[in-house]
């Protein structure tokens, strides 16, 4: 557990540092992108929409405890193989581990919303927030550019770098690459349109269980990440915030760190979207917060969101120095 969570500091702190480095990842495949093609054969040869909807639940129940199996044994291989070189192999580990999480890419991806609003106007912050969210851009008006900003970093603040980091935490790499391959199959089959409604089925449920967790101990580290960042007021308006209205999202984890990023910033995140030209109504999170979401709020939200990634770096290496105790 000891050499675990200093691997899992070590990667945290490596992606902050370098993120996905673009160069890279256009001469060679990113591991996600690995999951996906699996994922697609299996929705290729097994969900037919011919077949009836029970045969592709039932194929979509099989087709992920499969890509499950095979995520866990090849983590159990690559580990094993990493541990016969001893410190090198943990460095090699800490390498893998950090290209599973999002720290830099997300924070990036989200500073580019704020940038194109300052630079290129309503539409410049239309054009970066179209790359993280997948509400229609053309039906936001500028404080809708910023909520979506906003509920992006929380949201997956929570499945893009806690859940990993959790899992990973828990049962090392094959922990991990089993949950990001059930994470980009929820994202590529878990939608709830008539073609994956049965076929993906198995794999939504199994992706809100595996991050009902990470959304709990997410709100804990974004209420740290307001201390360090404004102050414990904003740290108690977090919880608070978290605990009383996470319900309110349709997604049963989503819920909790915008809530928590809401009450930080003190401003109305959510309420109706369009997706698709189809308006979803939703009830408004912190409804007695600020109606108005600004560029200066998506730049308060990125430095709550770089102190809560410290504060998991912190809770990695106390929890590695309490094992080796």
Known sequence: MTATLIVLAAALVLDRIVGDPPKLWNRVPHPVVVFGWAISAFDHFFNSKRMHAETRRFNG???????????????????????????????????????????????????????????????????????????????????????AAIESLSENFSDGVVAPALWYALLGLPGLLAYKMLNTADSMIGHKNAKYLEFGWASARLDDLANWPAARLSILLLAAGAWMAKGGRAARAALDLALRDNGLHRSPNA???????????????????????????????????RPIATATDIGLALMIFDRACDALVLAAVAGAFIAAI
């Open 61 to 147: 129940a099989v087709a992920i405890g499969a890509l499950l199996a095979v995520s866990l044994l090849a983590g159990y291989l690559v580990h094993s193989l990493l541990m016969t070189l001893g410190w090198f192999g943990l460095a090699v580990e800490a390498v893998i581990v950090a290209l599973f999480l999002a720290q830099k890419s997300l924070a990036d991806h989200v500073g580019a919303v704020a940038t194109g609003l300052k630079r290129g106007g309503l539409e410049g912050g239309r054009q970066a927030v179209s790359m993280i969210v997948g509400r229609d851009p053309a039906t936001l008006d500028e404080p809708a550019v910023c909520r």
């Open 255 to 289: 819920g909790w760190p915008e809530a928590a990023m809401a009450g930080a910033l003190d401003i109305g995140l959510a309420g109706p979207r369009i997706y698709g030209g189809v308006r979803v109504e939703e009830p408004m999170i912190n409804a007695a917060g």
